[in-house]
């Protein structure tokens, strides 16, 4: 193992704003001391979340971490040093995961926009054998909101599902493990008509052009929506009696249930099996992974919400 720099590369802001505005490269930040609990990851990849440009919109500043900032919840990497209490890691694991437990709550100053970002053991995972480290890097923040809103609302085996924004990070995620861990009867799913085949080799059973039809109006109900993209509203309208609306776009019209996720190692650890039998797979934008240097780029097109699955960096750098 190389020896660990004084100093690294990170992209870096220092005001609130838009992220592509203030995003600036640095390569000279300290690099972040690691606590008893928490591991130094070399980052091999990183994925970008709407909450990288929230965060720097200063949407919950009241909550965040001092700046300056280097943004990045999503990490695949190597670890290169471990705290006096760490347990499942050593140095030369490779790891995945959310490394901000809470999204809004204090999140890590040094975030996976970095050559080196630190993270608690419990929010990692040995990353899957099959998965290349960009693979690895746009799951963590995805599948656990996937999987937790999915056991929030006590999804199960029978029950039908129809996915709003079924193409994007999460959507197509919810998609999978309803149908492969939780068993689902029959999955429907909103996208884009070019987006058809994608939905259904994910293994939605009924697409649904949005532009063009009303998912509300259609005869046939659901036990379950899971809206990614704010429509709590309508979604309300799709469900049989006695069904179920969980949302991750708030604000939420009750009953609709608001759900924030918590980043859990045990979560990725509990998937492992299904990731590594190829029921369950990342699904990435055809422009990933973006390089280091093309960071802003990124973020710009993340922007555009018209990307497939997730928006990844490498290498870094």
Avoid: C
């Avoid at 999915?150 to 999804?155: N, V």
């Amino acid at each position: 193992m190389a020896s660990i720099p004084s100093h690294i590369k990170a992209w870096v802001y220092s005001e609130y704003g838009n992220i592509e505005d203030i995003l600036k490269f640095d390569p000279n930040v300290t690099i972040p001391n690691i606590k008893e609990d928490q591991v130094l990851i070399k980052v091999v990849a990183a994925a970008l979340n709407p909450v990288d440009y929230k965060r720097a919109r200063g949407y919950f500043k009241n909550t965040d971490s001092p700046l300056p900032t280097a943004p990045g919840y999503d990490v695949a990497g190597v670890v290169v040093k471990v705290g006096s209490e760490v347990k499942k890691f050593k140095v030369g694991d490779e790891v995945y995961g959310d490394i901000n437990e809470y999204a809004v709550n204090n999140p890590k100053n040094i975030g996976s926009l970095a050559e080196y970002t630190v993270a608690e053991e419990k929010v990692l995972a040995h990353k899957p054998s099959n998965l290349s480290f960009v693979e690895a890097s746009g799951l963590p923040l995805a599948i656990i909101t996937a999987y937790q809103g999915l056991e929030k609302i006590e999804f199960s085996d029978g029950k039908s599902i129809l996915v709003l924004g079924g193409a994007g990070g999460v959507g197509s995620l919810v998609i999978q493990l309803a149908k492969h861990v939780f068993g689902a009867s029959k999955i429907a799913a909103t996208a884009s008509t070019a987006k058809f085949d994608l939905l259904r080799n994910l293994g939605a059973d009924l697409p649904i052009d949005y532009t063009k039809d009303n998912f509300e109006e259609l005869k046939e109900k659901f036990d379950v929506v899971y809206d990614t993209v704010g429509q709590t509203d309508k979604a309300l309208k799709a469900i049989k009696e006695g069904g179920k609306v969980v949302t991750i776009a708030p604000p939420a019209t009750p009953p609709a249930v608001p759900f924030f996720m918590i980043s859990n190692g045990a979560v990725l650890e509990k998937l492992q099996p299904y990731l590594e039998g190829g029921n369950v797979k990342p699904i990435l934008d055809p422009k990933s992974p973006f390089p280091f240097s093309q960071t802003v780029e990124a973020f710009t097109y993340l922007k555009t919400n018209k990307a497939i699955g997730k928006i990844v960096i490498h290498p870094i750098p």
